[in-house]
């Protein structure tokens, strides 16, 4: 299996004129952050016009020449996996398999029964063992997710190969920057109708129904607004409550 020419998969073309908002949107499927703005955004593509196109950004890539110690580096070697088998289905399947896989994948990873449920309750003192046993859940996360959606179980052999990182790559070049320098952050990643991407917004629970509604209209005006910059909150990081 060959990756296919990256200057066509997954585009971010502007929006049409049709009524329908756009959403481009950058995940990792370890990431809890990037699940509760996927779930959020789900949400509101299921209440308003919106058709949500999903790209994959590999934090282990985005990382790669940061400082980090041996631990992390350790353990964010093992994000590789998911993410190319992501490229790989998209690229023997299609587009239309990447919502549905992620999905899948999330669900297994940040669900209440997921693998990732026990460290919401670790400690300081042991969130690095926890997270490490967790981690090496996710071969099996990944084949069952393919057998979820009724995708080949011979995808999830694509875990371990570099052959899609140049793939990878070319997603993060195609986050929109309105011709600025592209400083990628990390996931969530969204634009709006083909407007500079937004790192985030970053969520610590999933809204429903109204809720949601009002942070998509607030996102939707800022981001699209040409005088928009950035957004930050100062306060302590908050736990991602990834259930609703």
Not at 66 to 84: F, T, V
Not at 142 to 163: T, Y
Not at 189 to 206: C, D, K, R, T, Y
Request: aromatic fraction near 6%.
């Amino acid at each position: 299996m060959q990756p296919m020419d990256t200057t066509e998969t997954g585009g971010t073309r502007p929006a049409p004129d049709t009524g329908t908002d756009i959403v481009d949107f950058w995940f990792d499927p370890l990431c809890p952050w990037a699940w509760i703005t996927s779930r959020w955004i789900t949400e509101v593509a299921a209440l308003r016009p919106l058709t949500v196109r999903w790209h994959e950004m590999s934090l282990a890539l985005l990382n790669s020449g940061s400082e980090m110690s041996e631990e992390r580096r350790g353990m964010l070697a093992a994000y590789w996996g998911p993410i190319r088998v992501v490229a790989a289905a998209r690229h023997a399947h299609g587009d239309e398999v990447v919502g549905p896989l992620y999905t899948a994948l999330g669900s297994r990873l940040h669900a209440p029964d997921g693998i990732f449920s026990p460290v919401r309750d670790a400690t300081e003192d042991t969130w690095q063992q926890v997270m490490t046993e967790a981690m090496r859940g996710t071969g099996a996360v990944v084949e069952a997710a393919l057998r979820d959606i009724g995708l080949p179980a011979a995808l999830a052999g694509e875990a371990g190969s570099e052959r899609w990182d140049e793939t990878l790559r070319a997603s993060h070049a195609r986050v929109p920057s309105e011709g600025l320098r592209q400083e990628l952050i990390g996931v969530p990643a969204l634009s709006v109708n083909g407007h500079a991407a937004q790192f985030g917004p970053v969520l610590s629970e999933i809204p429903t129904g109204d809720r949601a509604l009002r942070i998509w209209d607030a996102l939707r005006t800022l981001s699209t607004d040409p005088g928009f910059f950035e957004l930050k909150q100062s306060t302590a990081r908050a736990e991602p409550r990834t259930i609703r």
